[in-house]
């Protein structure tokens, strides 16, 4: 008897998950399966107080699955190439913590090597907000080694986010504070919506931007005003944020509260028929050129040229003008 009832149980279990896999696709699969919130094995209801207390023995030992903060979607039809990065930790106002960080860093690790992938879009599902910074009450509970050996993992995110070989567009829609803004500076581009409001606020916790603030502000808007947006902790709207060329583009914010996220997918939309190998190098000769001397850098473009040349899409574009016709570009 008690053979039947975990055979039926496993049964369960297992249409649950199948269940589980139908919604996640309809938000678009993420590259590498993740552990969703699981069903308990046995609801106890109804069961014998034997059986009750086998289920709890089970519960007990079966794995911790963490909440799914980070979710990815890939676009389709017309819009093939574009992927979201889906922030979605409400409660938390999608705060940095472990969890958060650990998700995002599997998804973006996933995407390096993606071919299909074109352009990415980093967005919050959050009403009102794109990420809040660090997550302070588990901060609060960290000795000085764990919080600095937490900060470095932020720090290798960012860098992680700045490495992905596709253009990258952070979509502000709402509060990009600290480590917030620390991810939106680590995307190549930005739309914000006017109500935006962005900042690094370290100074004002007695810390200082550690995730890579205080070296790529400086390199985006410059050095004084950098310094001052820093020393200050002052907060911008997205609407100054264009002003000082922190945001490439911003928008009044719409009654959906996605106006930056209807940009940004504009702007992925424009880059989206152009040469995808061509694009990335363009990427790549610009991100190395700017960390050194002109000299090397003209090297640097001309290693990334090169990487051009053979390409079938290089052929493509030839043919496409001389044809006076839209090319078809496939990424070879």
Not at 143 to 172: G, K, Y
Not at 281 to 303: P, T, W
């Amino acid at each position: 008897m008690t053979g039947l009832f975990c055979r039926l149980a496993t049964r369960s279990c297992s249409l649950w998950r199948r269940g589980a896999v139908v919604l996640r696709e309809a938000h678009g699969p993420p590259s590498r399966p993740r552990p969703r919130h699981r069903a308990p094995l046995l609801s106890g209801e109804g069961a014998s107080p034997a059986a009750r207390g086998g289920a709890q023995s089970r519960t007990q030992h079966s794995e911790a699955v963490e909440p799914v903060e980070v979710e990815l979607k890939r676009l389709q039809g017309a819009d093939y190439g574009i992927v979201e990065v889906l922030m979605c930790r409400h409660k938390a106002r999608n705060a940095l913590g472990h969890v958060f960080v650990s998700q995002m860093r599997e998804l973006v690790s996933s995407l390096s090597d993606d071919s299909s992938v074109r352009v990415v879009i980093f967005r919050s599902l959050v009403p009102n907000v794109f990420c809040a910074g660090a997550d302070l009450k588990e901060r609060a509970l960290m000795d000085n080694s764990e919080s600095d050996l937490f900060v470095h993992s932020l720090r290798s995110l960012m860098t992680q986010i700045a490495m992905l070989p596709m253009p990258t567009v952070a979509a502000v829609d709402g509060v990009a504070l600290g480590g917030g803004l620390e991810l939106a500076l680590a995307c190549d581009l930005r739309t914000a919506a006017h109500s935006a409001q962005m900042g690094l606020i370290e100074t004002t916790r007695g810390l200082i931007p550690g995730a890579g603030g205080s070296q790529r502000l400086p390199r985006m808007v410059g050095i004084t005003l950098a310094k001052e947006l820093i020393f200050t902790g002052r907060r911008v709207s997205g609407r100054t944020a264009l002003e000082m060329g922190l945001a490439n583009r911003a928008v009044e914010q719409n009654q959906t509260g996605d106006a930056a996220y209807r940009e940004a997918l504009c702007l992925a939309r424009e880059i989206l028929p152009q040469a995808p190998i061509a694009v990335r190098m363009a990427k790549e000769a610009v991100n190395r050129g700017i960390q050194v001397d002109i000299s090397s850098a003209m090297a640097i473009e001309r290693i990334c040229y090169a990487r051009v040349i053979p390409t079938r899409d290089r052929r493509e574009g030839m043919a496409a003008f001389i044809e006076k016709r839209p090319p078809q570009y496939t990424g070879e």
